[in-house]
T-cell receptor, first 113, second 111 residues
Framework: DAMVIQNPRYQVTQFGKPVTLSCSQT?????MYWYQQKSSQAPKLLFH???????NEADTPDNFQSRRPNTSFCFLDIRSPGLGDAAMYLC????????????FGPGTRLTVL | RKEVEQDPGPFNVPEGATVAFNCTYS??????FFWYRQDCRKEPKLLMS???SGNEDGRFTAQLNRASQYISLLIRDSKLSDSATYLC????????????FGKGTKLSVIP
């Protein structure tokens, strides 16, 4: 059974048209992360939630926002996608501070036209 | 200096070969170390954690050298299904639950 689920798997949007990506988990983990990964690059952390506490990376553009309405769900909102935002967006979870092992969802591949 | 550095490869090896990947990390306070495997256009999946004493899981052996800030992964008897990118991953400092990823080393196992 899938433990970290992302929807949709593929998303096509137009330049400047807002888009929301979703992630859910059945692991009951405290921490949820959003990464951006481009071809041949390492996953780049955008932000994460530890429980309800939001932690933004210093170099994450304001164009990217996130919401975590409950333990299971986390959303990534891209307010005005640009061509440079085309990438794979990966959601991951980890249990807590004591165990940093991260478990990834299958990702959402975003195309910006 | 990059935080986690790996040779990007590609490593092209025949089936049955033994191949080793290396990784260096810059944060001496890091305490947790992992190898993840990522198939083309898929998500990273945990291959194994790396312990100070070294650890083995079937054909895979991981070693950690804290003094040199160096991690290795050895794959014996390579299979076609081992073809993937292998990501070296390190926690971001003492007590940190955040992870820093290397760019990965690409392995192609050839029939």
């Amino acid at each position: 059974d899938a433990m970290v689920i992302q929807n949709p798997r593929y998303q096509v949007t137009q330049f400047g048209k807002p888009v929301t990506l979703s992630c859910s988990q059945t692991l009951n983990h405290n921490v949820m992360y959003w990464y951006q990964q481009k071809s041949s690059q390492a996953p780049k952390l955008l932000f994460h939630y530890y429980d309800k506490d939001f932690n933004n990376e210093a170099d994450t553009p304001d164009n990217f926002q996130s919401r975590r309405p409950n333990t299971s769900f986390c959303f990534l909102d891209i307010r005005s996608p640009g061509l440079g935002d085309a990438a794979m967006y990966l959601c991951a979870t980890s249990r807590d501070m004591a165990d940093p092992t991260q478990y990834f969802g299958p990702g959402t591949r975003l195309t910006v036209l | 200096r990059k935080e986690v550095e790996q040779d990007p490869g590609p490593f092209n090896v025949p089936e049955g070969a033994t191949v080793a990947f290396n990784c260096t990390y810059s944060n001496s306070a890091s305490q947790s170390f992992f190898w993840y495997r990522q198939d083309c256009r898929k998500e990273p999946k945990l291959l194994m954690s790396v312990y100070s004493s070294g650890n083995e899981d079937g054909r895979f052996t991981a070693q950690l050298n804290r003094a040199s800030q160096y991690i290795s992964l050895l794959i014996r008897d390579s299979k076609l299904s081992d073809s993937a990118t292998y990501l070296c991953v390190v926690n971001s400092g003492a007590g940190s639950y955040q992870l820093t990823f290397g760019k990965g080393t690409k392995l192609s196992v050839i029939p």
